[in-house]
């Protein structure tokens, strides 16, 4: 079936850890991978992707690494911070039809000063 | 560009009645993305249109939802009868690829929908 399957569903670190959150798709096809957070009240917004052609991305205390053959994907934000505390939803493509992008049920991170 | 403009942002209703949800995509996107969200069940893709066409609506709850994009620049999600278990934040985003999406989705703010 079309899931993304994310976990975990919530997450406390101290300020200054590291987080990771981990994802599995279950279509061989899928070839992008984004990550949204999205803050409390607010519309998800996309804070990095990557595409299957390449297996680590980065973006300054972000990064996501991806394995095609596990079918699985993670987000890694360094030195957290309290303003890094939001719901992070990956997601996948599923080439049925067209293509559409499935989300992930989130992670809720709490970064706590 | 205002980036997606979704209206109404709060609606609060009464069962049985008819609620219609209204989104504009930004100009020059050609794929736009209804999407439900809800504690349960997290952010649900219900339908979603490639040039105005409806590619696919496989996640549509429902006989009582219905989807139409007239035109480039405005679609409706509409519920008839509502009902409780409709409530919920319903987001609409557009996105500037062509047939499937591989590009950055940009979200409205949502219609946060309240069916007493």
Known sequence: GENVEQHPSTLSVQEGDSAVIKCTYSDSASNYFPWYKQELGKRPQLIIDIRSNVGEKKDQRIAVTLNKTAKHFSLHITETQPEDSAVYFCAAIYYNQGGKLIFGQGTELSVKP | ?116
């Open chain 2, 1 to 116: 560009d205002a980036g997606v403009i979704q209206s109404p942002r709060h609606e609060v209703t009464e069962m049985g009645q008819e609620v219609t949800l209204r989104c504009k995509p930004i100009s020059g996107h050609n794929s736009l993305f209804w999407y439900r969200q809800t504690m349960m069940r997290g952010l649900e893709l219900l339908i979603y249109f490639n040039n105005n066409v409806p590619i696919d609506d496989s996640g549509m709850p429902e006989d009582r939802f219905s989807a139409k994009m007239p035109n480039a620049s405005f679609s409706t999600l509409k519920i008839q009868p509502s009902e409780p278990r409709d409530s919920a934040v319903y987001f609409c985003a557009s996105s500037l690829d062509g047939s499937g999406n591989t590009g950055e989705l940009f979200f409205g703010e949502g219609s946060r929908l309240t069916v007493l």
